[in-house]
Structure formats: C-alpha cells, structure tokens
C-alpha cells in the first residue's frame, strides 16, 4: 500500500473559484502536497491521460471537458492514501455522494465532479508520473 495518492482538481471547479476551498478541505483530511501544478490541457494532453477509456462512448466529450481550461494536478501524502482520497471525494454523482465530501460540496453532475482521484496505487504512480518529473515532486 502506498501513503501517496494522485488528484486533479477539473475545469469546472477551477473556473468557479472553488480550487481554495477544496485544497483546504484535502489539507484538513490530513494529506500533504508533495507536487501541485495549474496547467491547462490540451485535446492531446487530455487524450493521453484518460487513453484507458478511449473505447468508451464518453471519451471524447470527456477529452473535450478536461481541456476546456485550467486544472490543479497534485501529488498527495497521507497513510491510506488512495482508499482515504476516494472517499474524501465521494461518489462520482455528487447526487449520491455523501455528504460534507468535496464531490458534495462542489460537484454539479457526473460529468462536472469537480475532482478526480487515482483508483489504485499503481494508477495513482502512473498519474503522478504524466504530470510531475521527480525534481518537481518533495
């Protein structure tokens, strides 16, 4: 089990002006930033790092929301880390997301769910690794 989990904070929450709040909200749950960026991706960019649902019928409106503007990518430290962070997030429709979660508390619909967070320990090192070289990572 791994003690780092990987976040990005999507299109909707940034241009809402919720990216302060939801930092604050992970802080509070006791994890710690080892990397963060802002940076806004591009089709290819957000086509390479959702490749594994390339088949999926979502793909390309999902490509076209995650490169819609800026996002927050973060590399998170806590124990637990990836198990703790999804529930911290909540469901994926904030609709049955529990309440006080960040997809709660922020989220307006499956597709706009204001965060993303690495399913796995392997996922969530291959997701840090996309986004962050080792000198950007403490």
């Known amino acids: 089990m791994s ?3 990987f976040t990005m904070i999507k299109p909707d929450a940034t241009s809402k002006g919720y990216t302060g709040a939801i930092l604050d909200q992970i802080i509070k749950a ?3 930033v080892k990397a963060m960026k802002w940076i806004k991706l591009s089709e290819e960019q957000a086509g390479l790092f959702y490749d ?3 088949e999926r019928p979502f793909f390309g409106e999902l490509v076209q929301f995650m490169s819609s ?11 637990n880390a990836v198990a703790d962070f999804r529930t911290l ?6 609709a049955q997301a529990a309440e ?7 989220a307006a619909s499956i597709g706009e769910n204001a965060v993303h967070g690495s ?9 840090g690794d996309f986004f962050f ?6």
């Not at 070289?133 to 403490?138: I, P």
Request: glycine fraction near 8%; avoid cysteine; charge should be neutral.
């Open 3 to 5: 003690n780092r989990t």
């Open 30 to 32: 006791g994890y710690s």
């Open 52 to 54: 594994i649902h390339r």
């Open 69 to 79: 503007g800026p996002i927050v990518a973060a590399i998170l430290e806590k124990d």
């Open 89 to 94: 997030i909540g469901a994926t429709n904030p």
């Open 100 to 106: 006080g979660t960040i997809r709660k508390n922020f």
């Open 119 to 127: 399913d796995s320990d392997e996922n969530a090192a291959i997701e």
């Open 133 to 138: 070289s080792k000198l950007e990572r403490f």
